[in-house]
């Protein structure tokens, strides 16, 4: 007997990223420059790219711009955040918590050697 979805959850494909060196700076290859607007938890990659041996990847609670204090580390993965560097990292984002209505993450990756990567965002709806 076949199994219905229900109406509206369809899975969504992963999103992909490769970390990658431009220049003297490490750059986030891949749909919308890293920024990532999703809804119902999809998967999230990263992969090291050419050059790329390691990569670590950082998060921060995203706050308002006249917040004086610096944002506090959170992590924006399901799985656990890595120890050290990595060649790859492939989770589900966090689901936020019933009631609110989004989580809002901004996330940066380093390669040792480089300059981190901009800042980028991560918003579950």
Do not use: H
């Amino acid at each position: 007997m076949a199994v219905k979805k229900k109406a509206g959850r369809k899975t969504l494909p992963p999103f992909e990223f490769t970390v990658a060196i431009e220049g003297t700076k490490v750059a986030i290859v891949g749909k919308n420059d890293g920024n990532i607007r999703a809804r119902k938890q999809p998967v999230v990659k990263f992969v090291a790219g050419p050059g790329v041996g390691k990569f670590k990847i950082d998060a921060t609670e995203f706050q308002e711009n006249d917040n004086p204090n610096r944002p506090p580390k959170a992590w924006p993965f399901k799985k656990a955040k890595p120890a050290g560097v990595v060649s790859r990292f492939s989770s589900r984002l966090v689901r936020p918590a019933r009631g609110a209505s989004l989580l809002i993450f901004k996330y940066t990756v380093a390669v040792p050697g480089f300059s981190p990567a901009d800042p980028v965002i991560i918003i579950e709806q």
